[in-house]
């Protein structure tokens, strides 16, 4: 994905008078001024492909997504620190890591402020199935389980498919009932279907996810320094600490993600890309 967009500076200008000036005051003196800049930032977002399976919910180790239902899909929230094992990790990639750059030029003849957004490569984690099984003796919401199976792995036959595989399914089986099926050569074990079950004992899944790929390491410049605590005060996972005035970074612990560096008061702590 590659999306670039303007808005007008005169919009702009009208939407931050109307927030700007008090309600009684008629904004004759306002005056608004932008001068040249550019900005970027990482924008970590769930597309609408979401199968409500909440594996980012499990892995992410601040708490920063909101729990995907049968209504709605997950929802990154205002916690997240931009360690990007979310997007990593999702089964299908349906949350996207995204470059978002806003540029102003004061003497383009347009006047307006450019957006450019663009999906920005990352590392994907190993998600795999290893076993499932049904409990055909449980009533359950089977169709919102085929509903959201990604690969169609998940489906309701009636009892003549079941017949021609000669599957026992351990219960008596009606003409005209459908009844779920996993195909497990189609199953890539994103565990949407044990999610969204409402009986929590009709779906059993083994499934591995494997270890998170570091793209990114947290670069420190001692001699910048000057002993503030901020970084060990807001790293999420305790990887930072202070011991003698030097800064030590457990890598094991470390997640990569924001948090330090954005604190840092003098730029000593950096986030950048491995070789």
């Given at each position: ?70 209504f709605r899909i997950a929802k990154i929230t205002d916690k997240c620190v931009k360690c990007e094992i979310c ?89 005209e009932e459908l009844y779920p099926y996993i195909n497990e050569k189609m199953c890539i074990g994103c565990g ?36 503030c605590y901020l970084c060990e005060e807001n790293c999420p996972t305790g990887a930072i600490e202070l011991v ?32």
């Amino acid at each position: 994905m590659n999306v670039s967009f303007i808005k007008q500076m005169k919009n702009l200008e009208r939407e931050v008078l109307l927030k700007s000036v008090e309600l009684d005051d008629d904004g004759d003196d306002f005056q608004f001024e932008l001068a040249d800049f550019s900005t970027e930032e990482e924008i970590i977002a769930v597309a609408p492909k979401c199968v409500r399976c909440n594996t980012c919910v499990e892995e992410c180790p601040v708490n920063a997504i909101e729990p995907a239902n049968i209504f709605r899909i997950a929802k990154i929230t205002d916690k997240c620190v931009k360690c990007e094992i979310c997007v990593q990790t999702c089964p299908i990639s349906a949350i996207k890591l995204i470059n978002n750059t806003v540029i102003y030029d004061n003497g383009e003849e347009r006047d307006v402020i450019e957006y450019n957004l663009s999906n920005l490569r990352s590392p994907h984690r190993v998600v795999r199935m290893n076993d499932i099984s049904i409990d055909y003796s449980v009533d359950n919401n089977w169709d919102d389980c085929a509903n959201l199976c990604p690969t169609n792995a998940f489906t309701l036959e009636f009892k003549e498919f079941f017949d021609d595989l000669n599957m026992d399914l351990g219960i008596d089986l009606i003409e005209e009932e459908l009844y779920p099926y996993i195909n497990e050569k189609m199953c890539i074990g994103c565990g949407a279907c044990a999610e969204i079950s409402l009986n929590d004992n009709a779906i059993e899944l083994d499934r591995y996810i494997g270890p998170i790929t570091h793209s990114r390491m947290v670069e420190i410049n001692h001699d910048a320094c000057v002993n503030c605590y901020l970084c060990e005060e807001n790293c999420p996972t305790g990887a930072i600490e202070l011991v003698d005035g030097e800064v030590l970074l457990d890598n094991d612990k470390c997640i990569r993600c924001v948090e330090c560096t954005n604190h840092c008061p003098v730029g000593a702590l950096k986030r950048v890309e491995m070789n």
